[in-house]
């Protein structure tokens, strides 16, 4: 398999952990792998693109989806990685939604 097909077929297998709510250790793992070792900022942008947010479809489950952002901001910063704004700016907005829905 050529590998451009290998990593695409590994970010897909990273979406769909995601979307069936597979637990974050799972999906870390994935993104791990998808990134050739680490998690890398084409994975987060991958990530903040195509699993969270609008593009995932569907509902999202709010303490899921905090759950994984800081699994992977963790593991990028302590691998030493850079970590996309989106990235934070995404975790923020689902933060804020989640003390909302609490304070409701």
């Not at 250790?25 to 990530?47: D, E, M, W, Y």
């Amino acid at each position: 398999m050529a590998p451009a097909a290998a990593e695409q077929e590994l970010l897909l297998h990273l979406k769909l952990a995601f979307l069936a709510r597979e637990p974050p250790a799972c999906v870390l793992s994935l993104a791990r792998k998808a990134g050739g070792g680490s998690v890398t900022p084409h994975v987060q942008n991958f990530i903040l693109e195509s699993c969270t947010g609008n593009n995932a479809g569907g509902d999202q489950n709010c303490s899921y989806v905090t759950t994984i952002l800081k699994r992977i901001i963790a593991e990028a910063e302590l691998s030493s990685d850079i970590v996309i704004d989106g990235l934070y700016e995404e975790f923020g907005q689902f933060m804020s939604s989640k003390s909302m829905t609490i304070n409701e």
